[in-house]
């Protein structure tokens, strides 16, 4: 998929999102329990809420569809680039880390976290020092768990 | 008054408490003029650090943070025309282009001055407002309280930014992910899928944090492969008298400044929006009303003092409704609203009976603040525009860690963690689509209340509606509410019907 098709439609596709997300929701409203103590029970604002989000989303998607038929095609270069397989693998780096933190132990989950992360989001113009960057990693991961350990009494895992 | 003036004034007069005021200019500062870091950063990152604090003490670094942060904008905005934080954003129309014509010094003089000038204002109006607001609200029930959340809640619809649909969609979100966990009425489970976690409901912090710090973590790893280094414009105050400005412009500008920081205050306190918007609406009211429009951006005074006034008035604004109602004016204050809830205070009217030193404590701490910007910003500022150049890639991974320390600082729990990842996935979606995030934190905080006084108004007049009709302040809420629909419907059929024309 080109990057121009994905700007062109991405006001319906959010659209589309919106309206899923707000019928899977209001679904749930069948599932919670009924209460009769109260004149409304615990589902009356979650189906208003749904209600009002299935509205606003199909309002979304008329307007997307009315904005990508005015979409006028940039043929320019893109003023400014976009790495979205960098946020993959930068949120990838992020779920790992939270998820072996356990594990491992705050501080070494911690100084590998920073080492990759620095490099994920460093500009590719610019070089890297990669002494600098494992003592960075290393000293700060310490020093926070010292800190926050020590001497905030902050259980942190590990 | 005086009385609790002393109070406050015997909690944070002493030498702690002042380097805390000092260093949590200097940081917001710092956090203000890096762009990509806001003031709601940084309270996220100096959070967990609170939650072994006194509660004194961790107010009055939070909310000198507050303070540092809005004003730091304005260095990056002047020196490199790109806005250390959205409150800056219309500093650049005239301070980059004044430093472009050599008054870098005199833009940054008067964007220092007027920021506390409009901290200053604000925190007068703040000192006077929000103790009698907290009187009327005392006697607040559940019908008052109903109808101020239905009118808060209208305000996102017509302040969110270029699409109404969206900034709705963004604040209807928000009421549905905070309906996630125990109804406060009945107790009964929604949504919860059998998690015990879940029951609780997400905590604000966690939310606040993904939203807005991981979401920018995301957003800068995606550009930033292919980011430009940022060239900060040489800037010498040496033999520069005073702040850089005489005073005949000082008085010139007397009704600009008035006007702005008096906007920037009305917007701080409307539930939120923050300084983010009052820098934009009051540098165009400035221009608007001036003998001399078209030289607007091209580097004078006026622009300066339009935006500088109005986003950090817009501080003081914003505290009126968090102190007086519990209800925050902006994104920071929904986070102050957090770091109290940590600390067992509750923001409300029965602070000012109940936590009086702290009510005080942050009054004072505003105006200490406010002394301790103006001159840390002025004469830090090499200190300051060095910082710039420190490489983000260090910074953001620093934050980061910061950020999950926070979450997980909040009840011990992984859990936290994850609701932080979970909606820092959604503030990355919701860029990617140009839905803002502010009106979503609204809504996650105004919905409940909203919900729990309409149940609980329901209970007291036996299930009839009316009764939020016939209390007089109840009423004239709902009707401000129907009011605010009305004008923001027709604004936008109005901007719509123009915007066709136009094509």
């Not at chain 2, 005021?21 to 890096?34: E, Q, R, S, W």
């Given at each position: 998929?080109?990057?121009?098709?994905?700007?062109?439609?991405?006001?319906?596709?959010?659209?589309?999102?919106?309206?899923?997300?707000?019928?899977?929701?209001?679904?749930?409203?069948?599932?919670?329990?009924?209460?009769?103590?109260?004149?409304?029970?615990?589902?009356?604002?979650?189906?208003i809420?749904?209600?009002?989000?299935?509205?606003?989303?199909?309002?979304?998607?008329?307007?997307?569809?009315?904005?990508?038929?005015?979409?006028?095609e940039?043929?320019?270069?893109?003023?400014?680039?976009?790495?979205?397989?960098?946020?993959?693998?930068?949120?990838?780096?992020?779920?790992?880390?939270?998820?072996?933190?356990?594990?491992?132990?705050?501080?070494?989950?911690?100084?590998?976290?920073?080492?990759?992360?620095?490099?994920?989001?460093?500009?590719?113009?610019?070089?890297?020092?990669?002494?600098?960057?494992?003592?960075?990693?290393?000293?700060?991961?310490?020093?926070?768990?010292?800190?926050?350990?020590?001497?905030?009494?902050?259980?942190?895992?590990? | 008054?005086?009385?609790?003036?002393?109070?406050?004034?015997?909690?944070?007069?002493?030498p702690?408490?002042?380097?805390?005021?000092?260093?949590?200019?200097?940081?917001?500062?710092?956090?203000?003029?890096?762009?990509?870091?806001?003031?709601?950063?940084?309270?996220?990152?100096?959070?967990?650090?609170?939650?072994?604090?006194?509660?004194?003490?961790?107010?009055?670094?939070?909310?000198?943070?507050?303070?540092?942060?809005?004003?730091?904008?304005?260095?990056?905005?002047?020196?490199?025309?790109?806005?250390?934080?959205?409150?800056?954003?219309?500093t650049?129309?005239?301070?980059?282009?004044?430093?472009?014509?050599?008054?870098?010094?005199?833009?940054?003089?008067?964007?220092?001055?007027?920021?506390?000038?409009?901290?200053?204002?604000?925190?007068?109006?703040?000192i006077?407002?929000?103790?009698?607001l907290?009187?009327?609200?005392?006697?607040?029930?559940?019908?008052?309280?109903?109808?101020?959340?239905?009118?808060?809640?209208?305000?996102m619809?017509?302040?969110?930014?270029?699409?109404?649909?969206?900034?709705?969609?963004?604040?209807?979100?928000?009421?549905?992910?905070?309906?996630?966990?125990?109804d406060?009425?009945?107790?009964?489970?929604?949504y919860?899928?059998?998690?015990v976690?879940?029951?609780?409901?997400?905590?604000?912090?966690?939310?606040?944090?993904?939203?807005?710090?991981?979401?920018?973590?995301?957003?800068?790893?995606?550009?930033a492969?292919?980011a430009?280094?940022?060239?900060?414009?040489q800037?010498?105050?040496?033999?520069?008298?005073?702040?850089g400005?005489?005073?005949?412009e000082?008085?010139?500008?007397?009704?600009?400044?008035?006007?702005?920081?008096?906007?920037?205050?009305g917007?701080?306190?409307?539930?939120?929006i923050?300084?983010?918007?009052?820098?934009?609406?009051?540098?165009?009211?400035?221009?608007?009303?001036?003998?001399?429009?078209?030289?607007?951006?091209?580097?004078?005074?006026?622009?300066?003092?339009?935006?500088?006034?109005?986003?950090?008035?817009?501080?003081?604004?914003?505290?009126v409704?968090?102190?007086?109602?519990?209800?925050?004016?902006?994104?920071?204050?929904?986070?102050?609203l957090?770091?109290?809830?940590?600390?067992?205070?509750?923001?409300?009217?029965?602070?000012?009976?109940?936590?009086?030193?702290?009510?005080?404590?942050?009054?004072?701490?505003?105006?200490?603040?406010?002394?301790?910007?103006?001159?840390?910003?002025?004469?830090?500022?090499?200190?300051?525009?060095?910082?710039?150049?420190?490489?983000?890639?260090?910074?953001l991974?620093?934050?980061?860690?910061?950020?999950?320390?926070?979450?997980?600082?909040?009840?011990?729990?992984?859990?936290?963690?994850?609701?932080?990842?979970?909606?820092?996935?959604?503030?990355?979606?919701?860029?990617?689509?140009?839905?803002?995030?502010?009106?979503?934190?609204?809504?996650?905080?105004?919905?409940?209340i909203?919900?729990?006084?309409?149940?609980?108004?329901?209970?007291?007049?036996?299930?009839?509606?009316?009764?939020?009709?016939?209390?007089?302040?109840?009423?004239?809420f709902?009707?401000?509410?129907?009011l605010?629909?009305?004008?923001?419907?027709?604004?936008?059929v109005?901007?719509?019907?123009?915007?066709?024309?136009?094509?």
């Amino acid at each position: 998929m080109s990057r121009q098709f994905l700007l062109r439609y991405k006001g319906i596709a959010a659209g589309i999102g919106i309206t899923i997300f707000a019928i899977a929701y209001l679904i749930g409203t069948l599932f919670i329990r009924r209460t009769t103590f109260v004149t409304i029970g615990a589902e009356f604002m979650p189906q208003i809420y749904g209600y009002i989000l299935l509205f606003l989303g199909a309002c979304q998607i008329y307007q997307g569809i009315k904005e990508s038929k005015r979409f006028v095609e940039d043929t320019q270069k893109p003023k400014e680039r976009k790495d979205i397989k960098n946020v993959l693998v930068t949120f990838v780096v992020i779920i790992a880390y939270v998820a072996i933190m356990n594990f491992i132990g705050f501080m070494i989950a911690s100084a590998m976290l920073l080492f990759l992360m620095t490099i994920l989001l460093k500009p590719a113009n610019s070089k890297l020092n990669y002494v600098v960057t494992i003592i960075f990693s290393v000293v700060l991961s310490i020093g926070t768990y010292l800190l926050f350990h020590n001497v905030m009494y902050l259980s942190l895992p590990g | 008054m005086l009385e609790s003036f002393a109070i406050g004034a015997q909690a944070i007069l002493d030498p702690i408490s002042l380097l805390i005021i000092i260093l949590g200019v200097t940081l917001g500062i710092v956090f203000g003029a890096i762009p990509g870091l806001s003031a709601t950063m940084a309270l996220a990152l100096f959070l967990p650090i609170t939650y072994r604090m006194t509660p004194i003490s961790g107010i009055i670094l939070l909310i000198s943070l507050y303070i540092g942060g809005i004003s730091g904008g304005l260095i990056s905005a002047i020196l490199t025309r790109i806005p250390g934080t959205p409150s800056s954003v219309a500093t650049c129309f005239d301070g980059y282009p004044m430093t472009a014509k050599g008054e870098g010094p005199k833009a940054l003089g008067v964007g220092i001055v007027y920021s506390f000038i409009g901290t200053i204002m604000s925190t007068i109006v703040l000192i006077f407002l929000a103790p009698w607001l907290a009187k009327i609200a005392i006697k607040f029930g559940a019908y008052e309280y109903f109808s101020v959340a239905l009118f808060s809640l209208t305000m996102m619809a017509g302040l969110s930014g270029k699409s109404m649909i969206k900034g709705l969609i963004s604040g209807f979100m928000g009421c549905i992910f905070a309906t996630i966990g125990m109804d406060s009425i009945g107790s009964v489970q929604r949504y919860t899928f059998g998690s015990v976690q879940l029951s609780s409901g997400f905590n604000i912090l966690p939310v606040l944090i993904g939203l807005f710090a991981i979401s920018e973590i995301l957003i800068t790893a995606e550009k930033a492969k292919y980011a430009t280094k940022l060239d900060a414009v040489q800037v010498d105050i040496k033999g520069i008298k005073g702040f850089g400005f005489t005073w005949k412009e000082f008085i010139e500008q007397k009704w600009n400044m008035l006007i702005s920081g008096l906007m920037g205050i009305g917007i701080g306190i409307l539930p939120g929006i923050g300084g983010g918007v009052a820098n934009v609406m009051a540098y165009g009211a400035v221009k608007n009303r001036s003998k001399y429009p078209e030289k607007f951006g091209t580097g004078i005074i006026d622009g300066v003092v339009a935006t500088e006034t109005s986003n950090n008035a817009a501080i003081g604004g914003a505290l009126v409704p968090l102190l007086a109602l519990g209800i925050p004016g902006d994104t920071v204050t929904a986070m102050l609203l957090g770091g109290l809830t940590i600390q067992g205070i509750a923001p409300g009217p029965l602070m000012f009976t109940q936590n009086v030193d702290i009510v005080y404590a942050i009054f004072l701490t505003m105006i200490i603040g406010a002394f301790s910007m103006l001159f840390i910003e002025f004469y830090g500022l090499r200190g300051f525009a060095a910082l710039l150049k420190i490489p983000k890639h260090y910074l953001l991974p620093g934050i980061f860690l910061f950020c999950i320390i926070g979450s997980f600082g909040i009840g011990n729990r992984l859990f936290d963690v994850w609701t932080v990842l979970l909606f820092g996935v959604l503030g990355f979606a919701f860029h990617k689509v140009d839905i803002p995030p502010s009106p979503f934190i609204l809504g996650f905080i105004i919905g409940p209340i909203m919900e729990t006084n309409l149940r609980r108004g329901l209970m007291f007049s036996q299930g009839d509606y009316t009764a939020f009709l016939t209390e007089p302040i109840s009423a004239f809420f709902l009707v401000a509410a129907a009011l605010s629909i009305t004008l923001t419907v027709r604004k936008n059929v109005k901007n719509a019907k123009k915007s066709r024309l136009q094509n």
